[in-house]
């Protein structure tokens, strides 16, 4: 945790890096990788292949599909036809498995891989998303880079932590593996291309999973997605629409603004992007001043304080939030209010 008389100094820094143009070997900061010991194992692989690329690698996956890279486990359907449908848990309880999937709240991450424990430089959670997912997240914001010639997770410049975001996807992958009555939504703030995107998907076999739909059309079930085994939700900010199944976001989603310093300033329910036509409601909860902290995250993320402006939302709106976004999640109530807008 960047200590709180330290917070300012790290965010001159952290703006300075963000405002000039750098690379592994000209920032002057160590690069922090963020991955376990399985990095290792394939960054030694890959270095031969990476030494030959740029961050201008080429956008165009090439015709051999590359190898899945994440361990997977057997199915499980423990939980799903256990019983026939009564035995059915969607997202853990029965009665959400009739609801489409835009009737139904999820508590959702902002820059869910930005985390303390791996050592990222201006953390927005304390746990690993392995952790977040066994929490009950099922919303998870990720930016996405191209960095030493592969997607990455990054916060802003990537010498400040980076992780690849394959290995980000194997987390979901297996979680999906343990856990066949769920379904995982993925926001991304990208700095790449959807065919780099497509590339960790493939490699972590979450492709298998995705979910294709076009704007407009309505959703399905949470029990259809499940059966289906179509439990992944891909909404990107850049490139929608390149991949049947990576969806533009402004086209299914709206947003509260996202930029907020004080909780006064979360008193709004305004729209920042998208259009409140669209089925989907990001509702943006955290405070940025200057940086995310867990001090910022128990002001707003607790109870009265969260549930009643989500309530006053939902009623100024007439839209459910789907997507309740916090910083440090595992301060406050978030779970506990989302199954609250969920009425379980």
Do not use: K
Not at 116 to 128: I, L, T, V
Not at 165 to 183: A, K, M, R, S
């Amino acid at each position: 945790m960047i200590a709180r008389r330290s917070r300012l100094a790290f965010a001159a820094l952290f703006a300075l890096a963000c405002n000039t143009p750098t690379s592994a070997s000209d920032t002057g900061v160590t690069p922090v990788d963020v991955a376990d010991s399985r990095d290792a194992e394939r960054d030694a692989m890959d270095d031969a292949s990476d030494a030959s690329e740029s961050d201008d690698a080429s956008d165009v996956v090439t015709d051999a599909p590359p190898p899945v890279r994440c361990v997977r486990r057997p199915r499980s359907d423990a939980g799903v036809a256990d019983g026939g449908d009564a035995g059915l848990a969607c997202n853990g309880s029965p009665e959400l498995c009739e609801r489409r999937f835009d009737q139904v709240a999820y508590a959702t991450t902002h820059n869910a891989f930005a985390v303390e424990d791996e050592r990222f430089g201006a953390p927005n959670q304390r746990r690993s998303m392995r952790q977040q997912l066994a929490d009950g997240v099922r919303g998870l914001m990720l930016d996405v880079y191209l960095d030493r010639g592969r997607a990455q997770l990054c916060h802003g410049p990537c010498s400040l932590g980076r992780r690849p975001l394959v290995d980000g996807l194997c987390d979901i992958t297996q979680f999906l593996d343990d856990q066949p009555g769920e379904v995982v939504t993925i926001i991304f703030e990208s700095y790449t291309t959807a065919a780099e995107v497509e590339r960790a998907f493939v490699e972590s076999g979450l492709i298998e999973r995705v979910h294709e739909q076009r704007a407009g059309d309505p959703w399905p079930t949470l029990r259809a997605m499940i059966e289906r085994d179509r439990r992944v939700v891909v909404l990107t900010d850049r490139e929608g629409g390149a991949r049947p199944w990576y969806l533009p976001v402004w086209s299914h989603a709206w947003e509260t603004p996202f930029s907020a310093r004080t909780p006064t300033d979360l008193e709004t329910c305004r729209m920042n992007r998208g259009s409140r036509a669209n089925p989907l409601f990001i509702f943006n909860h955290f405070l940025t001043n200057p940086l995310a902290s867990p001090e910022l995250a128990t002001m707003v993320n607790n109870d009265p304080f969260l549930i009643d402006r989500a309530r006053r939302c939902q009623r100024e709106t007439s839209a459910l939030p789907n997507f309740v976004t916090v910083d440090y999640y595992d301060i406050g109530s978030v779970l506990s209010t989302t199954r609250a807008l969920n009425g379980l």
